[in-house]
């Protein structure tokens, strides 16, 4: 269903007044943001038995206050979901909804709501309550997180639509130790209701803006990672996709010889895969790389980006490999 007013928007960029653009790293959202009480994004106990831990995710929800129609509710609705690092989603494919504390899921009454936006925006706290857990979504780490929001007469779709939808946006960024060689795995979709054959693109960013750098550089302090010394603007010697055989990926690495001289290019390194997915059906993958010529402490920023046969994105991430000394 779509939605039925174009009043209600997130921002993708700062400033951006809904208008998302896919050319950017539009997963970075600014509207979407967790605070984790310990170290790390989207954390919880580190043993069983340890007392359940409260992480708070923001939302800033806007309104256009002039030039918008449909909008006939006082109330909107925020719902906000997490995922372990993840391309394309959807509010059942990869995704958990986050539900408050003292609620069920499924309970009409569990909804997150906001009822005063006359003037213009407002920020939403959202309480996810993690229990201890060693594996999947409920396990400490970086997660991905989307928030999706609706006015109460309306239906959320199933669909998120990231890169371009005003009512959805997205924030995730993982943070990757590595010993090298050293992966990341990450999962996606269809994102449809068909098959597509979509194209996955890896880049190193040689030219990180400032909010790309700010946001590496707090997300690294959060997780009290020791070590780190620099954000480095030079590609590794070697990094890669590796799919399972089943899917039949095509995959094309970049393999170029790394060079201490090497100049900043236009054209940043990257590899690349074209894969069948099923809509509704994960699969995982990885991101690898290899850091042995670099120093202890350089982080590399990674953009993961899916795009799909009508060449329109349907997901992204940015991974960040630290090189840091055993132990660390």
């Avoid at 993708?12 to 509207?31: K, M, R």
């Avoid at 929001?149 to 959805?168: C, K, M, N, V």
Wanted: charged share 20%.
């Amino acid at each position: 269903m779509a939605y039925n007013e174009n009043c209600l928007f997130l921002e993708a960029n700062t400033g951006d007044g809904g208008v998302h653009d896919a050319t950017t790293a539009w997963w970075l959202s600014p509207d979407v943001d967790i605070i984790a009480p310990t170290a790390g994004q989207g954390t919880g106990p580190r043993a069983a038995g340890d007392p359940p831990v409260d992480n708070t995710i923001q939302v800033r929800l806007h309104k256009k206050l002039t030039g918008c129609t449909g909008f006939s509710s006082n109330q909107v609705f925020v719902d906000v979901f997490v995922g372990d690092p993840s391309l394309a989603m959807s509010r059942s494919t990869n995704t958990k909804k986050v539900v408050q504390p003292g609620r069920i899921a499924g309970d009409p009454t569990e909804v997150v709501a906001a009822t005063d936006l006359s003037g213009g925006n407002k920020t939403i706290n959202v309480t996810w309550r993690l229990a201890f857990a060693s594996s999947g979504i409920e396990a400490p780490g970086h997660k991905c997180l989307v928030a999706q929001i609706y006015q109460a007469d309306d239906t959320a779709p199933d669909t998120f639509g990231l890169a371009t939808e005003q009512h959805t946006a997205q924030h995730n960024i993982t943070i990757c130790r590595c010993a090298s060689p050293c992966g990341q795995l990450i999962q996606t979709t269809a994102p449809g209701r068909k098959a597509e054959t979509v194209t996955i693109r890896a880049f190193v960013d040689l030219k990180p803006t400032a909010r790309v750098v700010r946001i590496t550089r707090s997300l690294i302090k959060a997780a009290r990672i020791t070590g780190f010394r620099r954000i480095r603007t030079a590609a590794p010697p070697h990094f890669k996709f590796e799919f399972p055989e089943r899917l039949r990926a095509k995959t094309r690495d970049y393999k170029a010889p790394y060079s201490k001289s090497r100049q900043e290019s236009s054209q940043p390194p990257k590899c690349t895969a074209t894969v069948k997915l099923q809509p509704g059906r994960s699969i995982k993958f990885r991101l690898l790389t290899d850091l042995e010529f670099a120093e202890f402490g350089d982080a590399f920023i990674f953009h993961v980006i899916q795009t799909g046969e009508n060449r329109r994105p349907q997901g992204g991430l940015t991974v960040v490999f630290i090189r840091l000394k055993p132990g660390k």
